[in-house]
T-cell receptor, first 113, second 112 residues
Framework: SQTIHQWPATLVQPVGSPLSLECTVE??????LYWYRQAAGRGLQLLFY??????ISSEVPQNLSASRPQDRQFILSSKKLLLSDSGFYLC????????????FGDGTRLSIL | KQEVTQIPAALSVPEGENLVLNCSFT??????LQWFRQDPGKGLTSLLL?????REQTSGRLNASLDKSSGRSTLYIAASQPGDSATYLC???????????FGKGTTLSVSS
């Protein structure tokens, strides 16, 4: 069966520090991968999606970047975190051509101090 | 640009009540509409997916309808239970067909 792993579950970082959140998918190959953010009082917002290794599309301009070094690995990064980067980050995947993401990780709660 | 709105933002009901959560979207040319459940501090669980050619989907006590012409979807929960307490998110498939546009959610609290 397919599973999605996302870590860490919670993270507290100072302003200006770097960030690396990792997501891996098991039990499937060549998935579409997604990073979403849920900021306080706001809906879930798509940040990045990837249809293949090295292929990243950004939905909103921001302080973050994403990379897909392997087929089932998706990484969210920042060189210098801002207070506005606080939020709940969700990784998701979908089978290519099968529709929207149906499978979500448990999320990472990121607090910037 | 697609925008998804959910009303109400929060809802409290006693156990056993039937309830309706509302979702509206601005671009009727959606591909799919999906309802999710999110428990506090957790990821999302997909509840129901309605294809653009369908009008409703049912799963157990849940029924979701889709009216593309009016830009609305509703999630009906029958005989609510305390275990239904969660945030319910509505999401529309975006124009590129690659990802979902989410509403802010309705936080439901069912008291016993």
């Amino acid at each position: 069966s397919q599973t999605i792993h996302q870590w860490p579950a919670t993270l507290v970082q100072p302003v200006g520090s770097p960030l690396s959140l990792e997501c891996t998918v098991e039990g499937t190959s060549n998935p579409n991968l997604y990073w979403y953010r849920q900021a306080a009082g706001r809906g879930l917002q798509l940040l990045f999606y990837s249809v293949g290794i090295g292929q990243i599309s950004s939905e909103v301009p921001q302080n973050l970047s994403a990379s897909r070094p392997q087929d089932r690995q998706f990484i969210l990064s920042s060189k210098k975190l801002l207070l506005s980067d606080s939020g709940f980050y969700l990784c998701a995947w979908s089978v290519k051509g099968a529709g929207p993401p149906q499978h979500f990780g448990d999320g990472t709660r990121l607090s910037i101090l | 640009k697609q925008e998804v709105t959910q009303i109400p933002a929060a809802l409290s009901v006693p156990e056993g009540e039937n309830l309706v959560l509302n979702c509206s979207f601005t671009d009727s040319a959606i591909y799919n509409l999906q309802w999710f459940r999110q428990d506090p501090g957790k990821g999302l669980t997909s509840l129901l997916l309605i294809q653009s050619s369908q009008r409703e989907q049912t799963s157990g006590r849940l029924n979701a309808s889709l009216d593309k012409s009016s830009g609305r979807s509703t999630l009906y929960i029958a005989a609510s239970q305390p275990g239904d307490s969660a945030t319910y998110l509505c999401a529309a498939y975006n124009q590129a067909g690659t990802a979902l546009i989410f509403g802010k959610g309705t936080t439901l609290s069912v008291s016993s």
